[in-house]
């Protein structure tokens, strides 16, 4: 009988224990250890870049809900495209763009960095993800095992292509 009272009466200290925990607000004086930048991506980045079918690419951008990324080679020939995204800050969500079921795979490998693996037979594949508390984007893509070369990266509206891979776009440059 002691025994239940002492469980019931521990149960009951617990739950009141938490219910003030769930109610406490913030500590006095107490910061955001983190500030996110309130600079905007640069705008060669916004806008999503005209995709050619005909030939191999790798398209980049940003949007108002976060960045897109579209891999393609044209033709019925295999072709498995693997990378990363890394972000300074954190991914807080992540989509799949895959035009048919089971060609690709996204996976989250840490806070602020999203691997890919998409198997593409001539459609377009890619991800979408959205950041936050993000000051800079690192890309880094292959094909059948090499670095994509640059010309063929093609970033925001106008296409521009990077100076190399792995590339950054940094926030406010």
Excluded at 62 to 78: K, Q
Excluded at 124 to 147: E, P, Y
Aim: aromatic letters at 6%.
């Amino acid at each position: 009988m002691k025994t239940k009272q002492l469980i019931g009466s521990l149960a009951a200290t617990a739950v009141v224990a938490s219910g003030s925990l769930a109610l406490a607000g913030p500590v006095a004086g107490a910061a955001e250890t983190q500030s996110c930048s309130t600079e905007s991506w640069p705008a060669a980045a916004n806008g999503r870049p005209a995709v050619h079918l005909d030939a191999q690419g790798v398209y980049l951008w940003h949007t108002a809900r976060g960045w897109r990324l579209r891999v393609n080679e044209p033709g019925a020939d295999r072709a498995v495209f693997t990378g990363s995204v890394r972000v300074d800050g954190r991914v807080v969500a992540i989509g799949r763009h895959l035009e048919n079921h089971g060609e690709g795979v996204v996976t989250r490998t840490g806070a602020g960095a999203v691997g890919f693996r998409f198997v593409n037979y001539g459609g377009v594949d890619g991800l979408n993800l959205a950041t936050r508390c993000s000051s800079k984007l690192v890309l880094r893509v292959s094909m059948n095992g090499h670095v994509v070369p640059p010309s063929r990266v093609f970033v925001g509206a106008d296409g521009h292509h990077p100076s190399s891979l792995p590339t950054t776009v940094t926030r406010g440059a």
